[in-house]
């Protein structure tokens, strides 16, 4: 099992910077795929930004430009950098981590942070 806590979400205004973390309980150099979801009232989750065990990265096309997903394997976590933020970002943000053992594939899912974008 892994467990995932994420932090950063709060209040900001359209323009703003926020930068979430989620601290992972186990080495993250051995987690296949590392992510961010979100989820809007009324919407599904979306897929925002994803990053592999290999270093490669995809966004979603309303982030691209905006957002920076990376990792600090020394630390455990992974970052959202949120840049230039616009009201249709608020929501709920998840961490997601997708792990290997032996023939076996794991999900895991953080609790959530929510962000709010609003003057």
């Known amino acids: 099992q892994v467990q995932l806590v994420e932090s950063g979400g709060g209040l900001v205004q359209p323009g703003g910077s926020l930068r979430l973390s989620c601290a992972a309980s186990r080495d993250i150099s051995s987690i296949d795929v590392l992510a961010w979801y979100r989820q809007a009232p009324g919407k599904e989750r979306e897929l925002v930004a994803d990053?592999?065990?290999?270093?490669?990265?995809n966004y979603a096309d309303s982030v691209k430009g905006r957002h920076t997903i990376s990792r600090d394997i020394g630390k455990n976590t992974v970052y959202l950098q949120m840049n230039s933020l616009k009201p249709e970002d608020t929501a709920v943000y998840y961490c997601?981590?997708?792990?290997?053992?032996?023939?076996?594939?794991?999900?895991?899912w953080g609790q959530g942070t929510p962000v709010t974008v609003s003057s």
């Open positions: 997601y981590a997708k792990v290997s053992f032996g023939v076996r594939l794991y999900i895991h």
């Open positions: 990053i592999t065990s290999g270093g490669g990265t």
